[in-house]
């Protein structure tokens, strides 16, 4: 079993007590093409869950990436600045995004499981 949640705009999120670790699918980034920016918020900045967080661009487009839930940036995979790639090698690890500190832990509850992301993308083909 999985612990990962994820949101109908294929960002996926891992929760280890009150920090989450936030980035894009496997499923998005096939979308996306090959990264080649991407735009972390600042540490510091309070989300909020469905707005925008992070701005991520690929040969073919750009794309927003928004916060699965609402909290505090408490970190920034800055990796990704030198090496956007890296998205697209690894969406699952290497390929994190932010570190938030989570406001509200019932919002995780709302978030999909692996069975029910897959049955998503599975209806977007």
């Known amino acids: 079993m999985s612990d990962l949640r994820y949101t109908k705009d294929h960002e996926w999120l891992r929760a280890e ?35 925008e967080m992070a701005v991520v661009e690929s040969v073919k487009a750009a794309s927003e990436v928004y916060a699965p ?8 995979n800055n990796a990704l600045t030198d090496a956007p790639a ?4 690894d969406a699952l690890g290497k390929g994190w995004f932010v570190k938030l500190k989570l406001a509200d ?4 509850t709302g ?6 992301y897959k049955a998503l993308c599975d209806s977007e083909h």
């Open 69 to 76: 839930v609402s909290g505090e940036v408490v970190e920034v």
């Open 111 to 116: 978030l999909m499981d692996e069975a029910a």
């Open 105 to 108: 832990r019932n919002q995780l």
């Open 17 to 51: 007590g009150d920090i989450v670790t936030v980035g894009i699918t496997p499923y998005a980034q096939e979308q996306l093409g090959d990264v080649v920016y991407v735009e972390l918020p600042e540490v510091g900045r309070k989300v909020e869950q469905g707005k």
């Open 86 to 89: 890296t998205v697209n090698e």
